[in-house]
């Protein structure tokens, strides 16, 4: 079963305005939570995260909102540039027995920003 | 060095051969986490270790796949008698802490395996 679900695998929008990726999670024992960008050929560079006693969190043009009822958490990017054109991944995290911090990773949601 | 580095890049082996991967992690970092990303897929977990001690390898798919990390600094992933379904990008992670904090992981640029 998918515990976290990016439902869009693409997201195409024009430089300038407001990018907004969306990720879905299931497990409740999640309490933290991070979006990873990724280009070709290179590992996943951390963005921003968040943790489940806040609802925001901001740093500089990235914004992630936390909607801990539904499950449901957002990123937002504005304004975008071209080189936001990336894979975005969403990760979650519950805190185990030794705090092991494994990340469960959605699908993932191909950025374009158009000129 | 300044961030995880894992060799080799790319490998290409023939079904039935072992291989070796290797991480180097984020000097001084506590934690090392190794992953899968199958192609389109975000990556899913294989194993973890806080320091030398492996603390969870319920992600490793099978007793095909071992990993050590024996002075808590750098770490190898060892498949054996590969298989064609063990083609994917391998990533490797590292976190400064350890157990219970949250702490953002740090990534690899990853190992593309492919198994003819």
């Known amino acids: 079963d998918q515990q976290v679900k990016q439902n869009s695998p693409s997201l195409s929008v024009q430089e300038g305005r407001i990018s907004i990726l969306n990720c879905d999670y299931t497990n409740s024992m999640f309490d933290y939570f991070l979006w990873y960008k990724k280009y070709p050929a290179e590992g996943p560079t951390f963005l921003i995260s968040i943790s489940s006693i806040k609802d925001k969190n901001e740093d500089g043009r990235f914004t992630v909102f936390l909607n801990k009822s539904a499950k449901h958490l957002s990123l937002h990017i504005v304004p975008s540039q071209p080189g936001d054109s990336a894979v975005y991944f969403c990760?979650?995290?519950?805190?185990?027995?030794?705090?092991?911090?494994?990340?469960?990773f959605g699908q993932g949601t191909r950025l374009t920003i158009n000129p | 060095g300044a961030g995880v580095s894992q060799s080799p890049r790319y490998k290409v082996a023939k079904r039935g051969q072992d291989v070796a991967l290797r991480c180097d992690p984020i000097?001084?970092?506590?934690?090392l986490f190794w992953y899968q990303q199958a192609l389109g897929q975000g990556p899913e977990f294989l194993t973890y270790?806080?320091?030398?001690?492996?603390?969870?390898k319920s992600g490793l798919p099978s007793d095909r796949f071992f990993a050590e990390r024996p002075e808590g600094s750098v770490s190898t992933l060892k498949i054996q008698r590969t298989q064609q379904e063990d083609s994917a990008v391998y990533l490797c992670a590292s976190s400064l802490v350890g157990a219970g904090l949250k702490e953002t992981q740090y990534f690899g640029p990853g190992t593309r395996l492919l198994v003819l």
């Open positions: 000097s001084g970092h506590v934690s």
């Open positions: 270790f806080q320091n030398e001690a492996q603390l969870d």
């Open positions: 990760a979650a995290s519950a805190g185990g027995i030794q705090g092991a911090q494994k990340l469960v």
